[in-house]
């Protein structure tokens, strides 16, 4: 202590000169250098989704309210669970009637609709998919609140299915599946769902139809299948955005509380078998200087135990920027502005499929990168690494599904359509959390197995490129897919 | 009764204001702090004052491209590990644009990993070329080639579209084509190019930087003086691109595509974004083919239905925004009639002006739109591009309300006003596209 006290003092009578050997310069310091430390986290925010309050309409629709947000503005979404399966053999129906919805009510026609709905600051929106049929309001609160809601109601309740609207519609829908046969991922989708299920199954066929299928639907057909299946048994509400409970029932009840409670339920659908092999099919889109891969298999339903851990799998595996699929064919080989591949979540089960378009010279290649890297991927045990970042990657970008009323009430939409819990969302961090390396390799490893994957291309049938040699030669697109060795046909356009 | 009070009342209401904190380093940066902590998010929101518009002749594509390599790495940001870092501490939102006028970088982050993203961008704002190598300009080139293919030459009509936007804006102004560029034009960027680019405008006194979201305003200034304040400004760029020339005469172009349908484009130059005409065109474009009650839609689609969809937009650009009217014809509709029937109906909108219901139903739904919008912080309509876009255009990050003013301002008769005067047959630009194997188009 006295010691320090001293040399202090000897320091402070140093003579202030210039030392007389002079001390090499120090290198030069890198007034930067810091930067090369990547900067921690700071402490994270304790936050959990918000769970959704549950009551249900008199006469028995249940209705989920996630409350939220400061802005005058609601999301909402009436919810049917009528989709492709209600179908029967008259593939496009359910997605036509429903179309048909905002062309006209008993008091209204389809521009007034349009016209009031801009009117109130509002957008409706009807949105028909595989397994449910949606109708979304998003609506201002305050006095536009009721007249939106009244009509939604109108739009849901009393539709006039008039003839000539039909017509139209029809014809609308037709030349709509037509124009989007210039579109390579349209055609590749439509063969995808034909071969994997069949094109007599209810699912082998796009939510909107064929061209034959909607040309042969009577106005007859539409409101049989509405009288059916659009009563409140079928139907769920959600609703996001700054409102509470008390407030909202009433506006719900008296709008939806008298629906009537019809008998249809949902139709039973036959589960696709994965493929017994490796089989690619191409289907020639003339012109396209790209083709688009379709590759996939039968992966399992929303609802099962085995959900989380082949999500935590197929998002290794294809489900973000860095994810294997991505880095291969856009980084590595830079064939591809982008590949990442899902799930398309349903019911009973669902489908897992890898997308991407790539250059067409690199067709084949491109075909094989991707069942080799199913094959690399499956049964991999995860490094900590990885398990960590696809976590984070999943857990902590969740309070985004939560900025906007209309993801909010679209994140809420699986659980009246797989019957989850109000509380899905706050628990989702511990699913995923929860998942080991050892059960992700597991899920990942029947999944991503090469020999069950099914192969769909659509790409021009040979592009020129140049040779290497200052001349140019021709890539036959299918007869490379074919060299690959794997089952191969080529289909005609659907 | 009932419903147009409603939309009365609520066009009555007040603008909504986005509470911001502006301020400048000493090197130029301009900094925008904008709070709201309703989820542990925050987004950072990087607006570079470049775009397309500001190449030079035979460097279309320049910024664009230069926005890919921004992502590539800078010298503590290892290659390629932009988006996986990002991805890896739960970003909900990463992306960058090019558009004519201005470069966009925005990520939305957990709001405990703010001093990670002012890393990440400072980084490549100070130190990016650190690292620039030919290999990763390659690279770079042969991805961008790849979203040419997928989002120019792969669509249906993509190809139709670069050659309307290069009439609309003939060589060698920097508007003309698309913002992606040629292939040939990004085949001959060199290394050299490309860090004489960043030297010239990716500069902190050419950069604005939004905060919007849950942070302490304190510790963020802080921060933002650590990491972007020793980054050295550099020599104001010089702006040469001009006004657009305004069109003198019709231009015409047949074109064919592997398409089903028929597509008609008609285009004008128009009034640039924020000059008088620029509201009153926009909400022409509205109430023309936004939705099922707006004109070319009922006569169209609807009664004549020879359209199988129909759009009007005003895309509102500094040098000259573009007014433009586009029909997808029913199957082997002649794009002539097409073309007949749609001028028909903005000519009646030319001497007649629209109803007061028609321009408060565009307007409320217009206005509704943008409040949505603002319910995000980071995002493409989020509260932070806001903020940006109007730094960007008029230097008030809070303008939001004077722009909902202006729009207020708007009359039937104005509609009308603008549209006659701009809106020409003299000076438009019509393209056609019919289904036919591809062509690179016709002659003018």
Same mark, same amino acid.
């Given at each position: 202590?006295?010691?320090?006290?001293?040399?202090?003092?000897?320091?402070?009578?140093?003579?202030?000169?210039?030392?007389?050997?002079?001390?090499?310069?120090?290198?030069?310091?890198?007034?930067?250098?810091?930067?090369?430390?990547?900067?921690?986290?700071?402490?994270?925010?304790?936050?959990?989704?918000?769970?959704?309050?549950?009551?249900?309409?008199?006469?028995?629709?249940?209705?989920?309210?996630?409350?939220?947000?400061?802005?005058?503005?609601?999301?909402?979404?009436?919810?049917?669970?009528?989709?492709?399966?209600?179908?029967?053999?008259?593939?496009?129906?359910?997605?036509?009637?429903?179309?048909?919805?905002?062309?006209?009510?008993?008091?209204?026609?389809?521009?007034?609709?349009?016209?009031?709905?801009?009117?109130?600051?509002?957008?409706?929106?009807?949105?028909?998919?595989?397994?449910?049929?949606?109708?979304?309001?998003?609506?201002?609160?305050?006095?536009?609140?009721?007249?939106?809601?009244?009509?939604?109601?109108?739009?849901?309740?009393?539709?006039?299915?008039?003839?000539?609207?039909?017509?139209?519609?029809?014809?609308?829908?037709?030349?709509?599946?037509?124009?989007?046969?210039?579109?390579?991922?349209?055609?590749?989708?439509?063969?995808?769902?034909?071969?994997?299920?069949?094109?007599?199954?209810?699912?082998?066929?796009?939510?909107?139809?064929?061209?034959?299928?909607?040309?042969?639907?009577?106005?007859?057909?539409?409101?049989?299948?509405?009288?059916?299946?659009?009563?409140?048994?079928?139907?769920?509400?959600?609703?996001?955005?700054?409102?509470?409970?008390?407030?909202?029932?009433?506006?719900?009840?008296?709008?939806?509380?008298?629906?009537?409670?019809?008998?249809?339920?949902?139709?039973?659908?036959?589960?696709?078998?994965?493929?017994?092999?490796?089989?690619?099919?191409?289907?020639?889109?003339?012109?396209?200087?790209?083709?688009?891969?379709?590759?996939?298999?039968?992966?399992?339903?929303?609802?099962?135990?085995?959900?989380?851990?082949?999500?935590?799998?197929?998002?290794?595996?294809?489900?973000?920027?860095?994810?294997?699929?991505?880095?291969?064919?856009?980084?590595?080989?830079?064939?591809?502005?982008?590949?990442?591949?899902?799930?398309?979540?349903?019911?009973?089960?669902?489908?897992?499929?890898?997308?991407?378009?790539?250059?067409?010279?690199?067709?084949?290649?491109?075909?094989?990168?991707?069942?080799?890297?199913?094959?690399?991927?499956?049964?991999?045990?995860?490094?900590?690494?990885?398990?960590?970042?696809?976590?984070?990657?999943?857990?902590?970008?969740?309070?985004?599904?939560?900025?906007?009323?209309?993801?909010?009430?679209?994140?809420?939409?699986?659980?009246?359509?797989?019957?989850?819990?109000?509380?899905?969302?706050?628990?989702?961090?511990?699913?995923?959390?929860?998942?080991?390396?050892?059960?992700?390799?597991?899920?990942?490893?029947?999944?991503?197995?090469?020999?069950?994957?099914?192969?769909?291309?659509?790409?021009?049938?040979?592009?020129?490129?140049?040779?290497?040699?200052?001349?140019?030669?021709?890539?036959?697109?299918?007869?490379?897919?074919?060299?690959?060795?794997?089952?191969?046909?080529?289909?005609?356009?659907? | 009764?009932?419903?147009?009070?409603?939309?009365?009342?609520?066009?009555?209401?007040?603008?909504?204001?986005?509470?911001?904190?502006?301020?400048?380093?000493? /090197?130029? %940066? !301009?900094? $925008?702090? &904008?709070?709201?902590?309703? @989820?542990? =998010?925050?987004?950072?929101?990087?607006?570079?004052?470049?775009?397309?518009?500001?190449?030079?002749?035979?460097?279309?594509?320049?910024?664009?491209?230069?926005?890919?390599?921004?992502?590539?790495?800078?010298?503590?940001?290892?290659?390629?590990?932009?988006?996986?870092?990002?991805?890896?501490?739960?970003?909900?939102?990463?992306?960058?644009?090019?558009?004519?006028?201005?470069? /966009?970088? %925005? !990520?939305? $982050?957990? &709001?405990?990993?703010?001093? @990670?993203? =002012?890393?990440?961008?400072?980084?490549?704002?100070?130190?990016?070329?650190?690292?620039?190598?030919?290999?990763?300009?390659?690279?770079?080139?042969?991805?961008?080639?790849?979203?040419?293919?997928?989002?120019?030459?792969?669509?249906?009509?993509?190809?139709?579209?670069?050659?309307?936007?290069?009439?609309?804006?003939?060589?060698?102004?920097?508007?003309?084509?698309?913002?992606?560029?040629?292939?040939?034009?990004?085949?001959?960027?060199?290394?050299?190019?490309?860090?004489?680019?960043?030297?010239?405008?990716?500069?902190?006194?050419?950069?604005?930087?939004?905060?919007?979201?849950?942070?302490?305003?304190?510790?963020?200034?802080?921060?933002?003086?650590?990491?972007?304040?020793?980054?050295?400004?550099?020599?104001?760029?010089?702006?040469?691109?001009?006004?657009?020339?305004?069109?003198?005469?019709?231009?015409?172009?047949?074109?064919?595509?592997?398409?089903?349908?028929?597509?008609?484009?008609?285009?004008?130059?128009?009034?640039?974004?924020?000059?008088?005409?620029?509201?009153?065109?926009?909400?022409?474009?509205?109430?023309?083919?936004?939705?099922?009650?707006?004109?070319?839609?009922?006569?169209?689609?609807?009664?004549?239905?020879?359209?199988?969809?129909?759009?009007?937009?005003?895309?509102?650009?500094?040098?000259?925004?573009?007014?433009?009217?586009?029909?997808?014809?029913?199957?082997?509709?002649?794009?002539?009639?097409?073309?007949?029937?749609?001028?028909?109906?903005?000519?009646?909108?030319?001497?007649?002006?629209?109803?007061?219901?028609?321009?408060?139903?565009?307007?409320?739904?217009?206005?509704?739109?943008?409040?949505?919008?603002?319910?995000?912080?980071?995002?493409?309509?989020?509260?932070?591009?806001?903020?940006?876009?109007?730094?960007?255009?008029?230097?008030?990050?809070?303008?939001?309300?004077?722009?909902?003013?202006?729009?207020?301002?708007?009359?039937?008769?104005?509609?009308?006003?603008?549209?006659?005067?701009?809106?020409?047959?003299?000076?438009?630009?019509?393209?056609?596209?019919?289904?036919?194997?591809?062509?690179?188009?016709?002659?003018?």
């Amino acid at each position: 202590m006295i010691r320090l006290v001293l040399l202090a003092t000897l320091a402070a009578c140093a003579p202030k000169t210039a030392p007389v050997v002079a001390e090499p310069p120090p290198p030069p310091v890198d007034p930067e250098a810091w930067r090369a430390n990547r900067p921690a986290a700071a402490p994270a925010k304790a936050w959990t989704a918000p769970v959704a309050t549950q009551f249900t309409l008199s006469n028995g629709i249940p209705v989920y309210l996630v409350k939220q947000g400061d802005l005058p503005l609601l999301s909402v979404r009436l919810i049917m669970k009528v989709g492709r399966d209600a179908n029967g053999d008259k593939a496009g129906l359910a997605a036509l009637a429903a179309n048909m919805l905002d062309e006209g009510t008993k008091t209204r026609d389809g521009a007034k609709i349009a016209a009031d709905a801009a009117m109130l600051g509002a957008d409706l929106a009807v949105s028909p998919s595989a397994e449910s049929t949606t109708l979304t309001l998003d609506a201002l609160t305050g006095d536009p609140l009721s007249p939106s809601l009244d009509l939604l109601a109108d739009v849901a309740l009393n539709p006039r299915f008039d003839k000539k609207d039909f017509a139209r519609v029809v014809d609308e829908v037709v030349t709509g599946i037509v124009a989007a046969r210039a579109e390579p991922r349209d055609v590749a989708q439509r063969t995808f769902l034909a071969q994997m299920y069949g094109s007599k199954h209810p699912y082998g066929v796009p939510t909107v139809g064929t061209e034959a299928s909607v040309k042969a639907l009577k106005l007859a057909d539409v409101t049989r299948h509405y009288a059916d299946q659009w009563h409140a048994g079928n139907a769920a509400l959600v609703v996001a955005g700054n409102i509470d409970e008390a407030t909202l029932k009433p506006l719900l009840e008296s709008r939806f509380g008298k629906w009537k409670v019809g008998k249809a339920g949902r139709s039973a659908v036959t589960a696709p078998s994965a493929p017994l092999k490796t089989r690619v099919v191409f289907v020639e889109q003339p012109g396209a200087v790209q083709s688009v891969i379709n590759a996939g298999t039968v992966a399992p339903s929303r609802t099962t135990a085995d959900y989380w851990p082949a999500s935590v799998a197929i998002t290794l595996f294809g489900g973000m920027f860095s994810s294997r699929l991505n880095m291969n064919l856009r980084e590595e080989h830079g064939w591809s502005y982008g590949a990442y591949a899902g799930f398309a979540d349903a019911r009973d089960y669902s489908l897992l499929v890898a997308r991407s378009s790539v250059q067409a010279d690199k067709t084949a290649p491109a075909v094989a990168e991707v069942l080799k890297e199913m094959g690399a991927q499956a049964g991999r045990v995860p490094s900590p690494e990885e398990m960590t970042l696809v976590r984070d990657y999943l857990v902590k970008s969740l309070p985004g599904n939560f900025e906007t009323n209309a993801s909010a009430s679209g994140t809420f939409v699986n659980l009246p359509l797989y019957g989850l819990p109000g509380d899905e969302w706050a628990k989702c961090g511990e699913r995923v959390t929860s998942v080991t390396a050892e059960q992700a390799a597991l899920a990942g490893k029947s999944l991503l197995d090469p020999a069950k994957t099914l192969v769909v291309v659509a790409g021009p049938r040979s592009i020129e490129v140049d040779d290497g040699k200052g001349g140019k030669t021709k890539v036959d697109v299918p007869g490379e897919l074919k060299a690959l060795g794997y089952e191969f046909v080529e289909l005609p356009r659907p | 009764m009932l419903l147009a009070l409603a939309g009365l009342a609520l066009a009555a209401d007040p603008a909504p204001s986005i509470p911001f904190e502006k301020y400048t380093l000493p /090197n130029g %940066l !301009e900094v $925008v702090l &904008s709070h709201d902590a309703r @989820l542990p =998010l925050v987004a950072v929101d990087i607006w570079y004052h470049v775009g397309a518009g500001y190449e030079l002749p035979g460097r279309s594509g320049f910024a664009h491209l230069f926005e890919h390599i921004m992502f590539q790495g800078s010298r503590n940001v290892p290659e390629d590990q932009f988006f996986p870092i990002l991805e890896g501490v739960g970003a909900p939102f990463v992306n960058g644009t090019t558009d004519f006028d201005r470069t /966009n970088y %925005l !990520e939305t $982050v957990p &709001s405990n990993q703010l001093e @990670l993203a =002012l890393w990440l961008e400072s980084d490549r704002m100070g130190f990016l070329l650190d690292t620039l190598t030919q290999e990763r300009l390659d690279n770079q080139k042969a991805v961008v080639r790849k979203e040419r293919q997928q989002s120019t030459e792969n669509v249906p009509y993509g190809v139709a579209e670069e050659q309307f936007f290069k009439l609309l804006f003939p060589a060698p102004h920097p508007y003309n084509g698309v913002v992606i560029g040629s292939h040939q034009d990004l085949e001959a960027a060199t290394l050299d190019d490309v860090k004489a680019f960043f030297r010239t405008w990716y500069l902190p006194n050419n950069a604005t930087l939004v905060i919007c979201g849950d942070f302490e305003a304190q510790s963020t200034k802080a921060l933002v003086e650590k990491y972007f304040g020793s980054i050295p400004s550099g020599a104001e760029p010089i702006i040469t691109t001009q006004l657009a020339p305004p069109i003198s005469s019709e231009k015409r172009l047949s074109t064919t595509d592997d398409v089903e349908l028929p597509k008609l484009y008609m285009g004008w130059v128009s009034a640039p974004a924020f000059k008088p005409g620029d509201a009153e065109l926009q909400l022409a474009a509205s109430i023309l083919a936004d939705g099922k009650s707006s004109r070319l839609h009922r006569e169209l689609v609807e009664k004549k239905q020879i359209a199988q969809s129909v759009k009007a937009y005003q895309y509102p650009l500094t040098f000259g925004s573009v007014f433009v009217v586009e029909v997808i014809g029913k199957k082997d509709m002649a794009p002539a009639r097409l073309e007949a029937e749609a001028w028909a109906v903005v000519e009646a909108m030319r001497k007649t002006p629209p109803t007061q219901d028609e321009l408060s139903r565009a307007w409320t739904q217009t206005k509704a739109r943008v409040l949505r919008g603002l319910e995000e912080l980071g995002g493409f309509s989020g509260k932070a591009d806001v903020l940006n876009y109007y730094n960007h255009h008029v230097g008030d990050p809070g303008y939001l309300a004077a722009d909902f003013a202006r729009y207020d301002a708007v009359t039937p008769e104005a509609v009308t006003k603008a549209l006659s005067e701009a809106i020409r047959p003299d000076n438009r630009v019509v393209v056609d596209v019919v289904p036919a194997p591809k062509t690179e188009g016709g002659a003018q």
